[in-house]
Structures are given as structure tokens and as C-alpha cells.
């Protein structure tokens, strides 16, 4: 059943026409079947919305930009984080309203925003709730590439298991997709040696040893695992993770606790709350962001405040 929207649409009236882009890869194609469901709640909400399909990060961008400079203002991504990062990069700076219906393996963001897991239940949520802005984060790479993402980025161990995830293990759910990834990646894996410099003084440089360094702006990654709990999506700041290096043995140690809770044990990560951070690693290495590779080390990483507004449910 479709639930009834809410008395009051003026403010999402203003924006439409909408349009939602369709990643037909994400989630194994969840999201291109969860349509019609996604359909009805639009039509129920006298939302008048264009759904066009995508194969590829690129057509999704260009479309979206097309979009916009024609006098677009509202525009959803239905697929994962990944997807949602790539509408982001296409709309950062213009006067619009972004959504996310979550479709895809990961769905962080979404999760970060307090939406449904289905992505019908999302629209719904969305549609009787209200703007929010949030923070977003800016990288730059060495290749003088500059993206942007909303929800974690890391290097090390993660970032080589985002090609997993991304390939092999594609058709996996959720979480224990990104954990499959990660223990595929161990093999022939070994530890980075990682600099980390805070530009804005925000702490004193780090030299260490580890699996990997994230940076996020949700409190999650990887389909719902914790490396940043007190995170928060709109308050200026960066939530940094340094998970110290680990065996083989030992992340297997802890597997059912990460399947179960989406948690390392305390002793394992180093958090830190920064605006902005340089990362160099020992050897060359590719960062990601929201589990899309963006570029190779060294990366300036920087938070942009109030940076884009999204739909998101109604706060109590």
C-alpha cells in the first residue's frame, strides 16, 4: 500500500518538474525493478517526475547537467552511494535539491540521512519530508583530479577492495559484499606505511603502519560499517579513521563481530575529527570515495560546510 502524502507540498511543488536517474547496475538491478513501486508513490504525491536510465557514472553526470541548465531544481539518484556521488559532482554549485532512493550494495548516505532501506519507503519518506544541508568532501588527487563525496573515502586495504566490489563480488548484498571484498584483497596484500598531515592544525602529523586511513562524513562505510559513530553529516567536520595493521588472522577474529555489529574493536582504530588532510603512502596507492575510485596518493582531502541540500525525512 502507497502511503497518503502529507497536507502540505508547497515547498517540493516549487521545485518540480523532478527527474530521477536509474543506474541499471546497482544492487544487481534493484533499482531499475523497484520503478513502478517508485512510480506510484510520485504519482500519489502529485510529484510529476521524468525516470531516465543510466549505464555509466558519465551518462549520469552529463544528463544531469543538461538537466540543470535547462531549469531542473530537483533530481533523485536511485542506486547506491556511488551513484548518488555522481549526481552530486554534476549538481555541486547550482541552486538545486538532490535525493537518494537506495538501491545500490552499500547505501551509507541514505542510511546516514535516517531513510528507509527500501527505496520506495524512501521516496515516501523524502516526499513528506524537507530540505537539509549537509557537508560534502573534497578531494584531490595526484593526478590533479578534484571530486567530490558525501559519505567515506580511504586508502589501503579498502580501497583495493572497492575493485572487488566493483567486480567480482558486485552481485553481493550489503555488507558482507564490502567484507568479501576486503578478504579477497588481503591476498598478496601488504600494509602501507601512511603520513598524515592535518593543514588546518587541527592535529599533529601521524606517521604509522596500518590497513588503512578513511575519511568520512557519515558514520559508516562499506554497507554499514562503523568506523566513524559520532559522525555527523552537517557539522563542518571530518571524522578520520586509522585502522592499525592487522593479520589475516585476526580480521577473521573478528569477522562475526563486523557481520553482526559493522564494528572493529576500539583498540583497533585511531578517530580523529580534522577539516582538512593530506594523505602520502610509501608506495602508490588509489583512494576512493563512497567505493568509486577517484585517484592516486598523495590526496588532499578538505570538508565543504553546508555544501548541498538534500531531501531528507522530517527531524523530531
Not at 63 to 86: E, K, N, P, V
Not at 188 to 199: D, I, M, R, T, W
Amino acid at each position: 500500500m502507497v502511503a497518503q502524502p502529507v497536507s502540505d507540498t508547497s515547498l517540493i511543488s516549487s521545485l518540480l518538474p523532478s527527474v530521477v536517474y536509474t543506474n541499471r547496475a546497482a544492487g544487481g538491478g534493484r533499482g531499475h525493478s523497484s520503478i513502478p513501486q517508485i512510480r506510484k508513490v510520485f504519482e500519489t504525491f502529485s510529484v510529476l517526475t521524468e525516470f531516465i536510465s543510466v549505464a555509466s557514472a558519465e551518462e549520469l553526470a552529463s544528463a544531469a547537467r543538461a538537466a540543470i541548465q535547462s531549469g531542473t531544481r530537483l533530481l533523485f539518484a536511485l542506486g547506491g552511494d556511488g551513484t548518488f556521488q555522481s549526481l552530486v559532482n554534476a549538481a555541486y554549485g547550482a541552486d538545486v535539491v538532490l535525493g537518494v532512493l537506495p538501491a545500490g550494495g552499500g547505501n551509507d548516505f541514505a542510511a546516514g540521512l535516517g531513510l528507509p532501506k527500501e527505496p520506495a519507503a524512501a521516496a515516501v519518506a523524502m516526499l513528506r519530508g524537507q530540505p537539509r544541508t549537509v557537508d560534502l568532501v573534497r578531494a584531490r588527487t595526484a593526478d590533479g583530479r578534484v571530486r567530490f563525496y558525501a559519505g567515506g573515502g580511504g586508502v589501503g586495504i579498502d580501497s583495493e577492495a572497492a575493485l572487488h566490489a566493483n567486480g567480482a563480488f558486485r552481485h553481493w548484498p550489503g555488507r558482507s559484499r564490502y567484507i568479501a571484498s576486503a578478504l579477497r584483497a588481503f591476498c598478496g596484500y601488504s600494509p602501507l606505511l601512511v603520513k598524515a598531515e592535518f593543514p588546518a592544525g587541527d592535529c599533529p602529523s601521524i606517521e604509522s603502519t596500518c590497513l588503512l586511513v578513511a575519511v568520512l562524513n557519515t558514520p559508516t562505510y562499506g554497507a554499514g560499517i562503523r568506523l566513524a559513530p559520532d559522525a555527523s553529516m552537517d557539522d563542518g567536520w571530518l571524522d578520520a579513521a586509522v585502522v592499525r595493521d592487522l593479520s589475516l588472522f585476526q580480521v577473521l577474529i573478528r569477522l562475526p563481530r563486523l557481520l553482526k555489529r559493522g564494528e572493529l574493536r576500539a583498540g583497533d582504530v585511531k578517530r580523529l575529527r580534522v577539516r582538512s588532510m593530506r594523505i602520502t603512502t610509501d608506495r602508490p596507492c588509489m583512494f576512493h570515495g563512497d567505493g568509486e575510485i577517484l585517484g592516486p596518493t598523495p590526496v588532499e582531502i578538505e570538508v565543504m560546510p553546508q555544501a548541498m541540500r538534500v531531501l531528507a525525512p522530517l527531524q523530531h
